[in-house]
Every structure is written in C-alpha cells, then in structure tokens.
C-alpha cells in the first residue's frame, strides 16, 4: 500500500462498466482509497460515489466523451478528449465532446491554470481510453472464440485477420458491457508514440460553429426562468465600506426590483462591500446604477499612488535591503575586482487581464436551500468554497455548472463575482445573474503587480559575468510577498553567476493582485532577460552566446533550497537547446547586417514546466513608432505536441498578449483607486487620459513562426510559457534598432526617437 506525503492513504483507478439501453455501453473511471477496497476484498463497491463517466459509446458507432476541466480559450474541451480518442482508437469523426459539470467526487483537478492540464493527465486519461479499448477487444474474442493477441482496431473497428471478421464498436457495446474492466494503473499497455492517429494532429475547436454563429454557450449568455439581472457597485478604493447610500431613489426607477447594501468581508478576493442593484433588464439596471449617490467610508488605503510606490522603491534602493533570499559566493569582493561594471533600474506597472468577456455568474436559491450556480470559473473548486463560506453553507449544497468563458489568463482563478451574485440571489429572493461592467472589469481586477529592480553586475577581463545582484522592490509585509509579488532564490542567473545576490525589500499594498498569465514570469523576464542583453553588451558578446556560455557554467548553490525548488530549477541543457534552434530557425547571423532602425533582439524563460526561446525582428521609426516585423517562437514542451493546431495559436496569442502589454497596457492608482476605466481614453482625476489599449490588427507582426524541439521529456503546458520571452527579446530588437535601452515599460512612456 502506498501513502501520499501527508500520510493519507493514497487513491488507485478502476474502470466501471455500465450498459445503455439500445445496446451502448458506459464506461466511468473510479477513484477509491485503497484502504476501503482492503476493507470489500479489492473489488468495487456497487454504489459509486466517486464515478466519472468519460466515455459513452452508442450502437450507431457515435463516441461521446466528456471533457472535465474548464474551457477558457485554451482548448482543453478538445485536448482532453483527444487523449482518450488516442488510446480507445477511434475515428475522430465519430467522437462528440460533452463539458462536464464541477464534481470533485468525480472528476480530479477540475482547474485551468498554471499550465497544468497536459502534464496532469497525460497518462490518466490515455488510460481511460485504453481501458475501453481493451474492454472492446475482450468482447469481440469471447464473441468470435478467439484469443484477443489475434484483435486489432482502427478507428472504431475490431478485426481479426485470419477469419477476416470484423466489428464496430458500437456492435459490440453490448458484450462489452458484460467484460470486467482493467484496472488504470502501469500495468495497462498504452500505445507507442509512433503509432498515435489522433495526438499530433491538427484538430479543429470543439463548438467553433456554435462560437462562430453566436450559440449561447458563453456565461455571459446563461438565462434561466425567473431570472433578475444585477449590478454591484464596490468601493473605488479597495475594501471601503458603504456609509450611505440613496436606496430609496434607486428603488422607485423603473424595472429596479430591489437595491440594498452589501457589508461585505476585508478579503479582497471575495465578497467586498458594496451596493446592489437588481431588476428586470441589466439596462435597466445599469440606467439605475447612474443615479446611485454613494458616500463611501474612509479606508487608509486611500493615501497609496502609483507615484508613492515610485518613491517609496527609490527610498529602498538608496538603503539596505531587508532581507536576502539567495546569496552565492562573494558578491561585494567580485564587484570590486571586476573589469566592468554594469548598474541599471528596471520598471514595470500593475496591468489588467482585460479578458474581453467581463466577470459574469449566475445563481439560484433553491427550495432546498441549495445554490445553483453557473459560472466561467478557473478554479470551480476555490469558487465553491467561497460561495459556502459566504452562504454559511456546506460546500456540497453549492452545485457548479461549467460554462465556456471568454477569455481567463488567470483573471477567473478569483471568484469574487460568485460570492456577489450567490449573496445578491438570497437577498432578492429571486435567481440572478451578475455582469460586471467594463469599467468593473478594469478598476476591480486582482492586478498584475507592479515591481522595481535595482541591477548591479560585473564583467571579468575575459567578458565573463563573475558577479551579479539584484534589489527587488516589491510589495508585502514582513517576510510575506503581496499575491504574485514574489521571487523566488532560483530566478535566473541564479545558478550560472559565481558571485550572487537576490535582495528584497517589501512596501505595503491595499490594491488586490493575483495570478497573470505567466503569473511573476511575465513581469520578471523583461527586468532580468533585459539587464543579461546589457551585461552581453558590456562583456562584447553576441547576446544568444553569452547566455549559452553561461549555462555551460553551472554552479553549486550555497543558499539551501527546498525539495520542491530543486525540483522544479530550470534544466540548462533544453535551454541551450532552444538557443540554439531560435538561433538557426531566425536567421540570427544576418543581424550584423540590419540597417538602422532595424534590429534583432532575444531572450528565453523557462516557466511552468515549459522552456521558450524567442527572436524579435522589430523596425523602429525615426519618429519612435515600434513595428513587428517578424517573431521566431521555438518551445521544448516535451515529447509531443497533442494538437499542433492549438498548440500554434497558444504560442501565437501569448505573444501578441506580451505585445499589448509592452506598448501601451498599464494600470496607475491615485488616491487608493485605479485610474483606467476601460479600452478607449477616460479623464483621470487628475484631469489626464487614462487608457487600457489593446493590440490592434495594424500592431500585429505579419508572421509569428512557431517550432518546437521535442525531446525525451512528458509533455507540458503551452499556454504560459511561450508569454515571457516575449517583451525583452522586443526590447533587444529596439536597442539595435535605436541604441536606445528601454527599461520601463509600457512603450507609450519611452521616447524612442532617433536620427
């Protein structure tokens, strides 16, 4: 018997058959403690409280196979299901995908985030689908009387060579559903990689039609009978309470239905204080909402700014760290002795995920007490438990019904607007659906935070990087980091610089912030990446070069690391091997001999289990307009690509995400509130244009050319690590392009001109 790290028992898969009227067959994986199966002899009980049906195969051949996790855009509804397709062997044409609801007694790791989704079910879910294919094979050797070594499939047929007999699946479901099922674990043979029909293969979106002919399948589309719309109306400044509020006025407008105030929690990822306004039209509502009078409660809060956080970093930077989280060698010794040195300050601002779906949820109070909720979700687990807690329900009284969401890039991890709606739907008594406004959207978020880096390294007479340091002025309280404010002792060059420093120092922070595409990666990879093609520089070294020779360096830490850090350190021969094939892919020997305006700028990351190597050709107007000229993507995600269709349009839309990011995308406070409001220009308080711009078409490069360097890895999430490398490799295209170094972003605050 085996045990998990905390000493709990672990959980084996099983295999449950069940037979469908008309001649089909169900099948469902299991997931029972292995202590209980001691307990019933090792078999399966008859009930099954933890059944997950998977696949569904009818006597007309059609396969339906259920897709567990939450579809945001990353297609996960089709991913998924390929791997069981794979292992089951069955005609793609035939299959059709189904989008489970949230059920943890179900369906493990119901979550889209972190890149996760790959690497996590990889073999479970092949696993299924070789069950289910053994399964068939066994039915068609008990019905023909041969030995099922003489079987083969393909594509949802059985056959046997010597009788020449065969059979679909859907013909032999029904005796299928008589065979024991195998169990899921190593001992189950799963298919040869060079033998996979469906797994890399270029498979169309799962729904695309209803997508692109305006099906109402989207959160922001849920209607139920009954149904009352809502606005909620919070605080500008993050967590302030209601002092008072013209609930009578709002009340007597027309189609408004109810308006109270919400006291709401100081969790600045649940439910907030706020007013609510509920009616029989969201227009309506929001018609209401623009004679709301609030007078909101003072809130210490109130005093942050963005310009303060300026100060407050250039305060931190003229003194002592706080702390050190990583110290290798003799830093202060290294740079004293070096032949160069090289110091620099880097930037960057809170931003908005911007996803072009606003937050939405709906619910229902049922008869039961019970609350029923439907919801776009990343996390349907954590927004369960949010909507119990804010309830004072038990987390299985709270049902989750999945929807397609238009967009999370880790802003839909949080779930505040559940916790709203579920509170709103028990007040008014009716059900509810909630839809943030834009301007909701944009000053509401759990931001991107901000950061400040204060670099200082040195270059040896042979141009090798002997000493580096870094002052990270961040967000926090004491040794704790504000949510995804943090870094960690193993960011690069950690380990390939003798003579290493990472400081910190920590300023406190009321402005809600969480998980961003590529969560920490996305803002720390333009600071550090950007300062190594400074050190490059100054070391007289072409900048792919000196990264490479630097990984050929490793050293041993002499700051302890924990288990998990060790486990997840960067491996630098897959880094190397990336350089390497962006160097070749790119064209990068023809830099040199760009003309003037024009340059070549790279970088790398390695993030969430993926590696990316990435070359920007950018063209710089003697005006400072920045023009894409071409990109070079090359990802080591493992072994193989499951659906090279996805996968391209992955890497693709992360790096005209990183795009938009760099040329205009920020997020300022004044006062305790965000300034921005929405896409287009608003007036400030303080009287200046504030706007959150997305790419345009025009921006967009002509070409993203994607490549992929498998190796003997498992595969791996795409979504997040082809974001990082993005923005510097931009900004070293930029200096060749201008002699120009950027190091505050966005681009909308840098003069780029030249002549």
């Known amino acids: 018997m085996t045990t998990s790290r905390n000493g709990a028992t672990s959980r084996r898969e099983f295999l449950k058959v069940t037979a469908l009227a008309g001649g089909g067959i169900l099948l469902a994986s299991y997931a029972e403690p292995l202590e209980a199966l001691q307990r019933l002899g090792g078999t399966v009980p008859a009930a099954d409280p933890t059944l997950s049906a998977f696949i569904r195969i009818t006597a007309d051949n059609l396969v339906t196979i259920t897709a567990k996790n939450p579809e945001i855009g990353q297609g996960i509804k089709t991913m998924l299901p390929m791997l069981i397709a794979e292992e089951l062997d069955v005609d793609w044409k035939n299959v059709r995908v189904e989008q489970a609801d949230f059920d943890p007694t179900k369906y493990p790791a119901q979550v889209a985030g972190g890149s996760t989704a790959t690497p996590t079910n990889w073999?479970?879910?092949?696993?299924?689908?070789?069950?289910?294919?053994?399964?068939?094979?066994?039915?068609?050797?008990?019905?023909?009387?041969?030995?099922?070594?003489?079987?083969?499939?393909?594509?949802?047929?059985?056959?046997?060579?010597a009788s020449k007999k065969q059979a679909t699946y859907g013909a032999l479901a029904a005796t299928a559903a008589t065979m024991t099922p195998p169990k899921l674990d190593e001992t189950l043979p799963l298919k040869d990689p060079k033998d996979f029909r469906i797994i890399g293969t270029r498979k169309t979106t799962v729904g695309i039609k209803d997508i692109l002919t305006g099906k109402p399948i989207f959160g922001i589309d849920v209607t139920v009978p009954g149904m009352h719309y809502a606005t909620f109306v919070k605080a500008p400044v993050y967590a302030a309470k209601v002092k008072s509020a013209n609930l009578d006025a709002i009340k007597a407008l027309p189609g408004v239905t109810?308006?109270?105030?919400?006291?709401?929690?100081?969790?600045?990822?649940?439910?907030?204080?706020?007013?609510?306004?509920?009616?029989?039209?969201?227009?309506?509502?929001?018609?209401?909402?623009?004679?709301?009078?609030?007078?909101?409660?003072?809130?210490?809060t109130a005093q942050q700014s963005s310009a303060a956080f300026a100060a407050k970093a250039k305060e931190f930077f003229a003194a002592a760290p706080q702390r050190t989280i990583r110290a290798d060698g003799d830093f202060d010794a290294a740079i004293k002795s070096a032949a160069k040195v090289v110091a620099a300050e880097y930037s960057y601002p809170f931003i908005n995920h911007a996803t072009l779906e606003p937050q939405n949820c709906t619910a229902r109070i049922n008869?039961?007490?019970t609350c029923e909720m439907w919801t776009t979700s990343q996390t349907p687990q954590g927004g369960r438990a949010l909507v119990a807690q804010t309830l004072g329900l038990k987390e299985e009284q709270v049902v989750m019904h999945m929807m397609r969401a238009g967009g999370g890039f880790g802003r839909r991890l949080y779930n505040e607007p559940l916790a709203e709606v579920a509170h709103i739907a028990r007040e008014a008594k009716v059900p509810v659906k909630l839809l943030w406004t834009r301007e909701d959207d944009m000053q509401h978020d759990q931001f991107r935070p901000g950061g400040f880096h204060q670099f200082t390294a040195g270059i040896d007479a042979n141009g090798k990087l002997v000493a580096f340091r870094n002052h990270f002025a961040t967000f926090g309280q004491g040794e704790r980091f504000a949510p995804s404010a943090d870094i960690g002792p193993g960011e690069y060059p950690a380990r390939f610089v003798p003579n290493l420093k990472m400081d910190v120092?920590?300023?406190?922070?009321?402005?809600?912030?969480?998980?961003?595409?590529?969560?920490?990666?996305?803002?720390?990879?333009?600071?550090?990446?950007?300062?190594?093609?400074?050190?490059?520089?100054?070391?007289?070294?072409?900048?792919?070069?000196?990264?490479?020779?630097?990984?050929?360096?490793?050293?041993?830490?002499?700051?302890?690391?924990t288990p998990q850090q060790q486990a997840?350190?960067?491996?630098?021969?897959?880094?190397?091997?990336?350089?390497?094939?962006?160097?070749?892919?790119s064209g990068w020997s023809k830099r040199a001999s760009l003309p003037k305006g024009t340059g070549m700028?790279?970088?790398?990351?390695?993030?969430?289990?993926?590696?990316?190597?990435?070359?920007?050709?950018?063209?710089?107007?003697?005006?400072?307009?920045?023009?894409?000229?071409?990109?070079?993507?090359?990802?080591?995600?493992?072994?193989?690509?499951?659906?090279?269709?996805?996968?391209e349009q992955q890497v693709q839309g992360a790096i005209l995400d990183?795009?938009?990011?760099?040329?205009?995308?920020?997020?300022?406070f004044t006062a305790g509130k965000a300034d921005q409001g929405n896409f287009a220009p608003a007036t400030t308080a303080s009287g200046s244009a504030a706007t959150f711009p997305l790419l345009r078409i025009r921006q967009a490069p002509p070409v993203v050319e994607v490549h992929w360097k498998k190796t003997t890895f498992p595969p791996t999430g795409i979504g997040e690590p082809a974001m990082p490398p993005l923005i510097p490799a931009l900004m070293g295209a930029i200096h060749q392009a201008t002699g120009k170094r950027v190091r505050q972003l966005p681009l909308s605050k840098v003069d780029l001109s030249w002549t």
């Open 367 to 369: 008869a039961d007490g």
């Open 658 to 668: 990183a795009m938009g990011q760099a040329y205009g995308q920020e997020i300022t």
């Open 258 to 300: 109810h308006a109270f105030v919400v006291g709401g929690t100081d969790n600045l990822a649940g439910l907030k204080a706020g007013v609510a306004i509920v009616g029989k039209s969201w227009w309506l509502v929001q018609e209401a909402r623009k004679k709301l009078v609030v007078e909101w409660a003072e809130h210490p």
């Open 505 to 561: 120092s920590v300023m406190p922070l009321g402005v809600p912030t969480g998980a961003l595409r590529a969560p920490r990666s996305n803002a720390l990879s333009f600071a550090f990446q950007g300062f190594i093609d400074e050190c490059a520089a100054a070391a007289g070294k072409d900048p792919i070069q000196f990264r490479i020779d630097m990984l050929r360096n490793e050293i041993a830490s002499s700051t302890p690391l």
């Open 568 to 585: 997840g350190q960067m491996d630098a021969q897959r880094v190397i091997g990336i350089l390497e094939m962006a160097r070749d892919v």
């Open 601 to 647: 700028g790279v970088a790398f990351y390695y993030s969430h289990r993926g590696y990316f190597a990435e070359v920007v050709q950018a063209t710089v107007s003697k005006t400072g307009q920045v023009k894409v000229d071409k990109v070079w993507a090359v990802g080591d995600v493992g072994s193989e690509i499951i659906n090279p269709n996805h996968a």
């Open 123 to 161: 073999i479970p879910q092949r696993r299924v689908g070789a069950a289910g294919r053994a399964m068939l094979l066994a039915a068609a050797a008990k019905e023909w009387n041969v030995p099922v070594a003489e079987l083969t499939t393909d594509a949802g047929v059985v056959h046997h060579t």
